[in-house]
């Protein structure tokens, strides 16, 4: 088994171990809105990649049921009576 550099695990320390914490809000605040835009297309083709055709499928049931029941409460409070 390798051991851990020592020097390594010091500067670790120094720094709080909290690299990680900070550091997506860092990158997040230096793309701009494309590179954002295209870094969570990327990730969303990948995330589609590795479902199979069923599970697509089923997604998008769900996502279809979901858009029905906001079209018939919409639907439903506009046909409602005003109070007088």
Same mark, same amino acid.
Request: no cysteine; hydrophobic share 35%.
């Given at each position: 088994m390798e051991r851990k550099?020592?020097?390594a695990v010091a500067l670790g320390r120094l720094g709080g171990l909290k690299g990680g914490k900070k550091?997506?809000?860092a990158r997040a605040a230096a793309l701009t809105d494309e590179?954002?835009?295209e870094i969570a297309r990327k990730a969303?083709?990948?995330r589609i990649k590795s479902q199979t055709a069923q599970e697509r499928a089923e997604i998008a049931r769900q #996502? #279809? #049921?979901k858009r029905w029941e906001g079209h018939k409460k919409r639907s439903a409070?506009?046909?409602k009576?005003?109070?007088k």
């Open positions: 550099n020592p020097a550091g997506g809000m590179e954002r835009t969303a083709e990948a #996502a #279809a #049921a409070s506009s046909r009576k005003p109070s």
